[in-house]
């Protein structure tokens, strides 16, 4: 039976599954999913759409990320409130791990919540020239270099020559992301590499990577990825 959830549905289903790097789908109150797009499929690592239609994350995904989502679509389910920008460090359909930002809406009805369509955006890597245009090689190089520093946005403006309106706008604009989560885009990224290619222990990753400490590394690896530094280091890239 074909579930519909709001006016336009089909219309709005199609235009999905043309979105390159677009990852899509609907979800009804019980958190069982009514729709995805090619791309979620090819995310989830099922090969069709019938493995996936009428489960729940719990059923497709290891239980870390699919912890993770859940929790989000409880907030959205009970609360009815929207969840933007949320920045999340999953498997791309060639296996490697890249970086998305995500969205999630309730769907209501006669005033009642009755689903969730949510919509992860693949940021894929601006090119050096767009970086450049956009005055933003010098903020990137500072922090790279300077990843152990606070690295507050009202330094990087300056960095840049900018207001800090005017930055976040460049930010926007090339990485589709705000200043302050670029800095922990970059810092999550440096902490997962070393994480997977050295043996240091946790705790000096965090300190290598701008962390103030093991614990507050743990908190925003996971919040990013679904996985603690340790299951990370454990599973390497294994993000599914």
């Not at 920008?85 to 969205?103: K, M, Q, S």
């Not at 990753?205 to 990825?225: E, I, K, M, P, S």
Request: charged share 25%; net charge neutral; proline share 2%.
């Amino acid at each position: 039976m074909k579930h519909v959830l709001f006016d336009c549905q089909d219309q709005l289903l199609e235009l999905f599954e043309h979105l390159n790097g677009v990852l899509f789908c609907i979800k009804d109150a019980d958190g069982r999913y009514v729709y995805v797009n090619d791309g979620f499929l090819n995310r989830s690592g099922k090969t069709s759409k019938r493995d996936v239609i009428g489960r729940r994350a719990s059923d497709i995904f290891v239980p870390s990320r699919a912890q993770q989502y859940e929790a989000q679509d409880a907030h959205v389910l009970t609360t009815g409130a929207s969840m933007h920008d949320l920045l999340e460090l999953i498997r791309r359909p060639n296996g490697d791990a890249g970086w998305y930002v995500t969205t999630k809406l309730p769907v209501r009805r006669d005033g009642s919540v009755v689903g969730i369509v949510s919509m992860s955006s693949d940021l894929e890597t601006p090119s050096a020239d767009d970086i450049a245009v956009n005055s933003l090689t010098r903020v990137i190089d500072h922090v790279t270099d300077n990843l152990t520093l606070a690295l507050r946005v009202a330094d990087l403006a300056e960095v840049a020559g900018c207001s800090t309106g005017q930055l976040t706008g460049r930010f926007r604009q090339v990485f589709g992301l705000t200043p302050a989560q670029y800095v922990a885009r970059v810092r999550v990224g440096a902490a997962a590499a070393l994480l997977a290619e050295s043996k240091l222990a946790i705790s000096d990753v965090a300190a290598r990577c701008g962390f103030t400490d093991q614990a507050h590394l743990t908190r925003q690896f996971a919040r990013y990825t679904g996985l603690t530094p340790g299951q990370y280091r454990a599973e390497r890239t294994d993000l599914l």
